[in-house]
Each structure stands twice: as structure tokens, then as C-alpha cells.
């Protein structure tokens, strides 16, 4: 066994009454330090077949952990290094074993109590936006959405944002310097074959669930047994953390998959996320700036930031809403309530995550399938349904125009839909207005069209 180093300079580190910290691991040398212990006992741990923190373990007498193995009980939590007898460098090494474990573990866990069945959220998203299309749907793209979700959220909240970032950024550049541990985590083409459409979507996310759990499970085994990668891993004491909260992370990944069930429900209605910059519905009624006045049904902000049709962003100042393309007078209103009253995903997740997804799309040239940015270490297009932005700038009596093709044009779903403007308004049979039909959650240009003899209307 390799020695405890000296030379803390007086840091602290040492102190194992305390709470260990991330700075210690630098301060301590713990890479040195593996890297010797290595050295030393490679040979030892493969004459006996067991990988490295197995192997490490045993050496300091710990022998009843299975810590490269999924499963509850399997690692405990190490709780008092001092009455134990530990060095620092051993306490540091055994904490980050269990960090490590914590982790796969912590994303094992939120996504085995995620509830997939049909009688759960899931199956109530489904039915209640009741998708017209029965499309078939990838199981990869469900299996994607995991594996982009999970990983940010398994980071214990008490590191800070810092300390999260700082713990994604070694965990991104150890999975770019071990893909066969990246391959297990964020896997390419895997259920690829598998087909579902949304009604049937619950029995297929449970094969979802159970493939993650798998691919998890192996990931860790690959971590732990092998030196090289847990090095990686552990770099700057990234995993000197307190326990997770796992009913946290477990409503997270909940949530966001069911953020992305209701965006492939929606897409699946033909439905569409319409949005307006610079546009705030509840001052453009109350300002007295409508041409029409009765144009819009929004009298006052909800607890979800809903007013009639639309949600105001107020830190960007842009409204959303949805807008189905085979039928333009359909209002979402209830819809939207039921989704944000019953926690299914967030005004937030559903409107900016679409946005910040049609950006990319547009920006990159990338596709919108669910994925894990490694730039933002955020996941991306968990919510992608299409978005079309009113076009400002239209004429008022082009039937042509009423989306930018900034998100998409021509043949695409934002265009300007076939009765748009030209179906008529009710009471104006003896034509004495000039009349124009716009989509029920309409913000474009229309809205302000002060002209005496002008009407707008929802068809």
C-alpha cells in the first residue's frame, strides 16, 4: 500500500473530522497518489480479477461492497473517516468511489421510479391532447430524452451552481476520453428498430426504462473497475459530494420526459407554437392599441403566466401559444391550463426549451432529436415541437403571409394556412366591412389595424 503523502502546507486536509472538500483533492495530490497506488498493486488486483475500486477497497479491509454494481444497499455512504482510521488519501479515494456510485446510482433510481404506466402521467398526457396522427414514433428518440436528462440532474443540489458546473465539465471530458463509457451514457442507434405510436407509448417506455437501466449499470462497472477512466472521472475531486436528493432528481427526469411526451403529442395533433417578439397580450388589450376589439380573450395573467391563448415570457417579453394547422380557430387554453396544473412540464420547458431548440436547429444546421449539449450542459430539444414566429412586417391583405421562414418556410408548417384571411367574419353578410380571418391565438400585424371599415376575426 502507497503511503499517505505529507505536504498539505497546513491546509486543513488532513482534518478528517471535518467535512472533505473538492479543494483538498488538488491539495492532497490525490493524483499522484492513485497513479502510485496503481503502480504498486495493478498486478495484485488483476491476479485476483477484481477492478480497481474493488481492489482498493479490499486492500484498507473493506469487503462487503459491491461498488461497480448497481443496487440499493450495494455501496454504503462513508460516513466517519476519522473513527475509522483512514488516511486523508484513503478517505478521498474511498469517497469518490462512492460518488461515483452515487451518481450512476442516483440516475439508476430517478429513472426506475419514473412512472411510464399508462394510468400515470404518461397515459394522461396522451389522452388528453388525444393525437390525431397515430405516426410512428422511435423508442431511440424516448431513449435519447433519458440520457440527456439524466445525467444534469444527478448532481447534488448542495454543490452550487459552480460546483455542478465544475462536476459536468470533468464528466464531459472524461466521456470524450472514454467512449466506451460515453457509448453506455448518451447511446447512438440503440432500439433504433423499435417503432411506437403515442397511444401505445407506455409499454414502450417501460423497454425504454429497462434499457437505460442496463446501459447505466455497465457505464458504472466500466468507471469503477477500470484505473484509467475512474482517474478521469475523479479529476479535481469532482465527486467529493454530499448525497443526492433523489426525490428531487426523480420529479426532474419525470418532468422533462413528460415535457417531451407533450411536445410528440402536440406535433402528433398537428399543432404548432406560434410566438410574437416584443408582444405582451395583456397591454395590447388593456392599451387600448387593438383594431379590433373584441379580437382577443385575455383579461388577466394566471398563476402559470397563461392569459387566455397566451403565455407571456416577461423576461424576454415574447408571447406563445399553440396554433393547430388543419384547424386555425381551435383555442388551447384548457389544454394548456391542464398540462401546467397538473405538473406534466413547465410554460418554461414547453415555449423557451421549443425555442431554444428551433434556434439550434436553425443556427447549426443540427437536427432536433433530444440530446445533451456538451457546450451548455444542458439538455437540448427536449421540447421541439415547431415553432413559427409572426411575421410583422406583412401586408395586411397578403393571404401568403403570416409566419417569417426564420424556423422554417414554403411547404413547411409555417406557412400561412389555405382560409387564412379570406373565410369571412359572422355578421358581415352585407359586406360593409372588409373582413379578415386570422388563426385564434393570431399576434400578428392584423391585431393593431386601426382602419374603420377593417374587421378581424377568428374562423
Known amino acids: 500500500m502507497v503511503n499517505a503523502m505529507s505536504g498539505t502546507g497546513g491546509t486543513g486536509c488532513e482534518n478528517l473530522r471535518q467535512n472533505l472538500t473538492v479543494a483538498c483533492w488538488d491539495a492532497l495530490g490525490m493524483p499522484d497518489y492513485l497513479q502510485g497506488w496503481w503502480d504498486q498493486n495493478e498486478s495484485h488486483c488483476q491476479s485476483i480479477e477484481i477492478g480497481f475500486a474493488s481492489c482498493y477497497q479490499q486492500s484498507i479491509g473493506i469487503t462487503q461492497q459491491a461498488c461497480d454494481t448497481t443496487g440499493p444497499g450495494q455501496c454504503d455512504f462513508p460516513i466517519n473517516f476519522a473513527a475509522g482510521g483512514y488516511t486523508p488519501h484513503e478517505a478521498y479515494v474511498l469517497y469518490s468511489i462512492f460518488g461515483i456510485w ?37 423508442l431511440a428518440d424516448f431513449l435519447l430524452a433519458l440520457t440527456a436528462i439524466a445525467p444534469c440532474f444527478s448532481f447534488p443540489a448542495t454543490l452550487g451552481g ?3 458546473f465544475k462536476a459536468s465539465t470533468v464528466i464531459e471530458a472524461a466521456l470524450r476520453q472514454a467512449p466506451n463509457v460515453a457509448n453506455q451514457l448518451h447511446p447512438v442507434g440503440t432500439l433504433d428498430s423499435q417503432f411506437v405510436d403515442l397511444t401505445q407509448l407506455s409499454e414502450g417506455l417501460s423497454i425504454v426504462k429497462s434499457t437505460y437501466q442496463q446501459n447505466i449499470s455497465e457505464a458504472l462497472r466500466l468507471v469503477q473497475d ?7 472521472f475523479t479529476a479535481h475531486g469532482g465527486f467529493i459530494a454530499p448525497k443526492s436528493d433523489l426525490h428531487a432528481q426523480t420529479v426532474n427526469l419525470t418532468m422533462s420526459l413528460q415535457t417531451f411526451v407533450v411536445s410528440q403529442a402536440l406535433t402528433a395533433s398537428n399543432i404548432i407554437i406560434t410566438m410574437a417578439r416584443d408582444t405582451n397580450p395583456l397591454e395590447m388589450v388593456t392599451n387600448g392599441s387593438l383594431g379590433t376589439s373584441d379580437l382577443m380573450d385575455c383579461k388577466s395573467y394566471d398563476g402559470y403566466g397563461l392569459c387566455g391563448e397566451w403565455w407571456w415570457d416577461a423576461t424576454t417579453n415574447i408571447a406563445y401559444a399553440l396554433s393547430n394547422v388543419a384547424d386555425t380557430s381551435k383555442k388551447y387554453h ?7 396544473s397538473k405538473q406534466w412540464t413547465t410554460p418554461e420547458l414547453l415555449f423557451r426549451g421549443a425555442k431554444t431548440c428551433a434556434d439550434y436547429v436553425a443556427v447549426q444546421q443540427g437536427n432536433n432529436r433530444p440530446t445533451f449539449d456538451p457546450t451548455t450542459l444542458q439538455p437540448r430539444c427536449i421540447s421541439n415541437t ?9 401586408p395586411i391583405n397578403d393571404d401568403n403571409c403570416l409566419y417569417t421562414k426564420e424556423y422554417g418556410g414554403g411547404d413547411h408548417l409555417c406557412k400561412a394556412p389555405k382560409d387564412f384571411l379570406n373565410a369571412g367574419c359572422k355578421g358581415n353578410s352585407d359586406g360593409a366591412f372588409m373582413t379578415f380571418n386570422v388563426p385564434a391565438a393570431y399576434l400578428g400585424p392584423l391585431t393593431m ?4 371599415n377593417h374587421r378581424v376575426c377568428i374562423g
Open 162 to 164: 459552480w460546483g455542478i
Open 102 to 138: 452515487q451518481w450512476f446510482q442516483s440516475i439508476y433510481d430517478a429513472i426506475l421510479n419514473a412512472d411510464v404506466t399508462a394510468s400515470g402521467p404518461v397515459g394522461s398526457i396522451v389522452r388528453t391532447i388525444n393525437p390525431k396522427k397515430k405516426d410512428q414514433h422511435m
Open 226 to 232: 477500470n484505473f484509467t477512466t475512474f482517474n478521469l
Open 334 to 340: 384548457d389544454t394548456l391550463q391542464t398540462v401546467f
Open 386 to 394: 415547431q415553432v413559427c414566429v409572426y411575421d410583422q412586417s406583412c
Open 449 to 452: 389595424d386601426g382602419q374603420p
